[in-house]
């Protein structure tokens, strides 16, 4: 199982994501390496991230994307 960063780092590798607290606002993620993300996610987890939960606040940080991952049954 690949770890959150890990993933992070394949969908854009020019950033460092470890040192962000907020990738949205630092401009490091947009609508579609989102939607990427969420993909790869669930298939590296296992789960299933409801459309709901595919908001800019779970997705702001490290923190805010294990928080989901979690909620939504991963084992991390």
Same mark, same amino acid.
């Given at each position: 199982?690949?770890? !959150?960063?890990?993933?992070? $780092?394949?969908?854009? %590798?020019? =950033? *460092? =994501?470890?040192?962000?607290? #907020? =990738?949205?606002?630092?401009?490091?993620?947009?609508? =579609? *390496?989102? !939607?990427?993300?969420?993909?790869?996610? #669930?298939? +590296?987890?296992? !789960?299933?991230?409801p459309g709901? *939960?595919? !908001? %800019?606040? +779970?997705?702001? +940080?490290?923190?805010?994307?294990?928080?989901?991952?979690? $909620?939504?049954?991963? $084992?991390?």
């Open positions: 199982m690949k770890l !959150v960063a890990e993933i992070l $780092k394949e969908i854009r %590798p020019e =950033f *460092d =994501f470890t040192a962000s607290s #907020d =990738f949205i606002a630092d401009g490091m993620l947009d609508s =579609f *390496d989102m !939607v990427t993300l969420v993909a790869t996610l #669930d298939k +590296n987890y296992g !789960v299933s991230i709901t *939960d595919i !908001v %800019p606040e +779970n997705f702001q +940080n490290l923190k805010t994307i294990e928080a989901l991952l979690r $909620k939504c049954g991963a $084992k991390l």
